[in-house]
C-alpha cells in the first residue's frame, strides 16, 4: 500500500516562502509521476504542480508559474513544492499525489494515490 504524508504548511506573511514536502511510503517511488493539487474554501479542488518519475520534465498552473517550484528526490522518496511570493488567494488545502506512470500530468483522476492536505494559509 502506498502512502502520501505532507508536511510543511502553516501561516505566512503575504510575499513569503514556505516549501511543502510530501514523503511516499513503498519501494518504487522512483517510477511514480507525482502532482500537487490544492482546494481553496467553496471551491473546487485545482492542478498546482506536476513532475515527472525522472524530474526532468514539469508542469505548472498559470497562476503558480513563475512563483512554485516543484521537484523531488528519489532517494528520499519525497517531493517538494517550494513556494515563492504567498498570496492571500493561496489560501488553500494542498495535495500531493502519485501516479504510477513516469509522465506528469495535470489531470486528477489520473493519480491512483493522495495524501491527507495540509493547510497553507496567507496572511496579510
Known amino acids: 500500500q502506498v502512502q502520501l504524508v505532507e508536511s510543511g504548511g502553516g501561516l505566512v506573511q503575504t510575499g513569503g516562502s514556505l516549501r511543502l514536502s510530501c514523503e511516499v511510503s513503498?519501494?518504487?517511488?522512483?517510477?511514480?509521476?507525482m502532482g500537487w493539487f490544492r482546494q481553496a474554501p467553496e471551491k473546487e479542488r485545482e492542478f498546482v504542480a506536476a513532475?515527472?518519475?525522472?524530474?526532468?520534465?514539469?508542469q505548472y498552473s498559470d497562476s503558480v508559474k513563475g512563483r512554485f517550484t516543484i521537484s523531488r528526490d528519489n532517494a528520499k522518496n519525497t517531493v517538494y513544492l517550494q513556494m515563492n511570493g504567498l498570496k492571500r488567494e493561496y489560501t488553500a488545502v494542498y495535495h500531493c499525489?502519485?501516479?504510477?506512470?513516469?509522465?506528469?500530468?495535470?489531470?486528477?483522476?489520473?493519480?491512483?494515490?493522495w495524501g491527507q492536505g495540509l493547510q497553507v494559509t496567507g496572511s496579510s
Open positions: 499525489a502519485a501516479r504510477n506512470h513516469p509522465d506528469n500530468t495535470d489531470l486528477a483522476r489520473r493519480y491512483d494515490y
Open positions: 513503498g519501494r518504487t517511488f522512483s517510477s511514480y509521476s
Open positions: 513532475i515527472a518519475w525522472s524530474g526532468t520534465m514539469k
